[in-house]
């Protein structure tokens, strides 16, 4: 048999932990009771009842503020601040970019005008900085380049360095059928002051007869921003984002509404007129040109300086043959930049609580109508140029109707509608000088307005 001898000390330390543990647990308990809910004293059920009646409290204030918040977050949303105007105003906004992808109808332009619609009339709370007419927001600070009429001679400086003069130089007498198109501005003038626009905001109006969107938006900001200050008092009305929507509008339009007007006021016989080729243009022609055509221009509508000059000084850059990198720029990234934030700040400026108004709707039809009348205009007086030129000398009036300055589609619908009549009948340099004399036109009859109202 063993014996197993207890060790005296071994136990006595086993015991002291046992008594240790014990007070911890009873430590821990005394610490944690309110948490778990226990009481040194009964709780009678009145007590018992108000606790609960206290929970049931908390809950229900829990519930308010989640419905609060929840009401809040909705009420920020564009759902609750649409009104029916945003969503017409969208709408027309999607067809402008349905109408440049399906149709191919001057895409550069309606697609970002169309993308600034729909950006614009996204509904939004006031007073966050968000729309383009609030002050701070991005949007206002890149629509400043049309209220401050930046954006136009930047464009202009495009055009000017992707244009070739040639066809202009080499039969200087289109330049008349420019001008003669030029007849839809002063009639759209007149009609615009019939319908109860004062002086400056028929100005503007009046432009759209040119048919050249940076022009309407260069001159719209300076006569019709909403800020100028009338004689009387009058606070002339914001009227840019019509203008400028009206202008491209019927740019775009140009293969659909001039094509029966030609048809209309041509005969058969006048549309097989074939026209003498143009002369060979010399290099230092068109180096000249430009500096001769700032000087002319330019001192004939001083106030059209910056639409104008930008112009020829891009076509300098072309020309020169020494700045063709500074040429390729302003015809390529810089234009392309320029419109689309043109494009999209002006299809935002549509929102539809300043754009959907009985003005609109007036400047859209006065807008037609003078589209009309200055192609009328250059078809009409290509006709009467031919009442004194004889034989070769004689000029299809189809190329009339490319007076109006929408470069270069209204050039390519005229040689459309000439290769109708005759396929072998090549129209499109002979149509091209009437057409950049629209756009040196349109820019001169906006100075002279300018200089006269501004």
Known sequence: MVTIYKNPVYAKKKKMKKILLIFGVLALLIFIRPDLGLN???????????????????????RTEGFKGINQFYNYTGFA???????IMIIIGITFIYLGIKFDYE?????????????????????????????????NYLYFGVIKGIYPPLIFLG?????????????????????????????????????GFNL?????????GGADGPTAIFLSSKLANGV?????GTTVKNLIGPIAIAAYSY???????????????TSKKERLIRMRPLRAVSQKEKMIFPIVALLLTTFISPSALPLLGMLFFGNLLKESGRTERLADTARTKLIDIVTILLGVTVGASTQADIFITKDSLLIFGLGAISFVIATMGGLLFAKLMNLFLKGNDKINPLIGAAGVSAVP??????????????????????????????????????????????
């Open 40 to 62: 040194t004293t009964p709780i009678n059920s009145d007590s018992s009842t108000t606790v609960v009646q206290n929970e049931e409290v908390k809950q229900e204030g829990f």
């Open 159 to 195: 055009i000017g360095a992707m244009t070739d003069f040639s066809s202009l130089i080499a039969n200087p007498k289109l330049m008349l059928l420019g001008a003669a198109a030029q007849i839809g501005v002063f009639a759209t003038f007149l009609g615009a002051l019939y319908l």
């Open 200 to 208: 400056p905001e028929a100005g503007a109006i009046g432009i759209i």
């Open 251 to 265: 740019m775009a339009l140009v293969p659909v509404i001039q094509p029966p007007i030609m048809r209309l006021l």
């Open 81 to 87: 601040n649409a009104t029916p105007g945003n969503l």
């Open 228 to 232: 100028n200050i009338m004689a009387d």
């Open 107 to 139: 895409p550069l332009l309606l697609i970002p005008i169309g993308a600034g619609v729909i950006i614009g009339n996204i509904p939004f709370v006031a007073g966050n900085q968000t729309g383009i007419y609030e002050t701070g927001s991005v949007l």
């Open 409 to 454: 589609d209204s050039a390519r619908v005229v040689h459309a509608e000439g290769l109708k009549s005759d396929p072998r009948n090549y129209l499109l340099m002979h149509a091209m000088a009437p057409n950049v004399a629209g756009v040196i036109g349109s820019a001169i009859a906006a100075g002279i307005i300018l200089s006269f109202l501004g």
